[in-house]
């Protein structure tokens, strides 16, 4: 069966530090895989979402950035982080070939001080 | 582009039953419909593929209006269980498999 593992699952870092979030998932080849933040009380907003190794679309500018390394591997980073980058940040999977639902990782509650 | 959902909030009674809208400005390939408990991460609920499919799971069913481009999630008699917020997701044409955007929510309140 499939994973997604998400970690960490909480963070307080401060104003101008660097960031980086981990997701990867098991039990499945060439996932579709999302990055998506959330702030207090409000909804999903797609921040990446990435089709194959090295391949990211990006949906909001902002000084977030996101890799690929490996084919089950998705990565948020930051150089420097602001206190808008405050949120609960959700990785998710879904298969490449359409049709189905995605399935999300526990997520990481970020708080930026 | 977000879907726009409606209402943003919802207060009910047990065994009350409610109505959730999702709708977008532009055609629709298909609208999946998630549940989100505080603090957890949402959880998938159903897709809806084609206008005019309507699904169930429970006492939770579906509409998807192609035409209006539009999805409504329907929760007959509900239960203290389906607190949470409720999330639209949908798919443009073109998009399909690939960027999948979420509304706002619709934060839905069970009380005994």
């Known amino acids: 069966s499939q994973t997604i593992h998400q970690w960490p699952a909480t963070l307080v870092q401060p104003v101008g530090s660097p960031l980086s979030l981990e997701c990867t998932v098991e039990?499945?080849?060439?996932?579709?895989l999302y990055w998506y933040r959330q702030a207090a009380g409000r909804g999903l907003q797609l921040l990446f979402y990435?089709?194959?190794?090295?391949?990211i679309s990006s949906e909001v500018p902002q000084n977030l950035s996101a890799s690929r390394p490996q084919d089950r591997q998705f990565i948020l980073s930051s150089k420097k982080l602001l206190l808008s980058d405050s949120g609960f940040y959700l990785c998710?999977?879904?298969?490449?070939?359409?049709?189905?639902?995605?399935?999300f990782g526990q997520g990481t509650r970020l708080t930026v001080v | 582009q977000q879907p726009v959902q409606s209402p943003q909030a919802v207060i009910l009674r047990e065994g009350e039953d409610a109505v959730i809208n999702c709708s977008s400005s532009?055609?629709?390939?298909?609208v999946h419909w998630y549940r989100q408990k505080h603090g957890e991460a949402p959880v998938f609920l159903m897709i809806?593929?084609?206008?005019?499919e309507q699904k169930g799971h429970d006492k939770i069913s579906a509409s998807f209006n192609e035409k209006k481009q539009q999805s409504s999630l329907y929760l007959t008699a509900s239960q203290l269980s389906y607190s949470g917020t409720y999330f639209c997701?949908?798919?443009?044409?073109?998009?399909?498999?690939?960027?999948?955007?979420f509304g706002g929510g619709t934060r839905l309140m069970v009380k005994p």
């Open positions: 997701g949908t798919e443009l044409p073109g998009d399909a498999g690939n960027m999948l955007t």
């Open positions: 809806l593929l084609k206008g005019g």
């Open positions: 998710a999977w879904r298969q490449g070939d359409g049709y189905t639902e995605a399935f």
């Open positions: 990435s089709v194959g190794i090295g391949q």
């Open positions: 039990g499945t080849s060439n996932p579709n």
């Open positions: 532009k055609a629709l390939y298909s």
